[in-house]
């Protein structure tokens, strides 16, 4: 009998713990992703949460930025939306364009998300792994005429920095970035 109670009580030992490591390995990737979000100012006044990779990308403009005597963007909590949900929609329908599936440029997209721009400009970036990382991307925009020209211009003076991660293509675990710049 007491063999039999100790067997029982190992084996229920045995599931809680497998039970709670399962439960605890579930919930890291969400505990790891609110405990990596980082609070900013926004260009309205208010508070904003940015992702630690959107933090780390603003990090870099701005520093590029301050090393040309430029004015430091701020983030506009509509390009803030506008480039998170362009990232995301382009995660879920599996594309790569500034213009989107629903035929909509950047310009409109802005537009349908609240911000009335007079001069706007958008850079995206995917890749995956550590070619998906802020630096990289960075590396990547700050070498293409274009990108740059986006991130340099001392006309545009806000922001909004997108990311999504999930599968583009063949390549799980892509992120996708979009710099949405603005002024109104």
Known sequence: ?????????VAAATM????????????EPARAEAASAVTVRSCT?????LSAAEKRSLDLHNGARKSRGLRALCVHPALQ?????????????????????????PGARLRRAGY?????????AWG???RGSA???FKVWMNSPHHRSNILDGG??????????????????ATMWTADFGTR
């Open 128 to 130: 995956s792994g550590p």
């Open 45 to 49: 006044g208010g508070d904003i949460t």
């Open 116 to 124: 009335d721009w007079r001069l706007s400009g958008e850079n995206i």
């Open 16 to 27: 809680l713990a497998t039970a709670a490591a399962v439960g605890v390995s579930a919930s």
């Open 156 to 173: 545009l003076r806000e922001v909004g920095i997108g990311t999504a991660t999930g599968a583009y293509g063949r390549h799980g675990g």
């Open 81 to 105: 939306k506008a480039a998170r949900a362009y990232s995301r929609d382009m995660i879920d329908r599996d594309y790569f364009s500034h213009t989107s599936k629903d035929g909509l440029g």
């Open 1 to 9: 009998m007491t063999l039999r109670y100790a067997t029982t009580v």
């Open 135 to 137: 630096e990289r991307t």
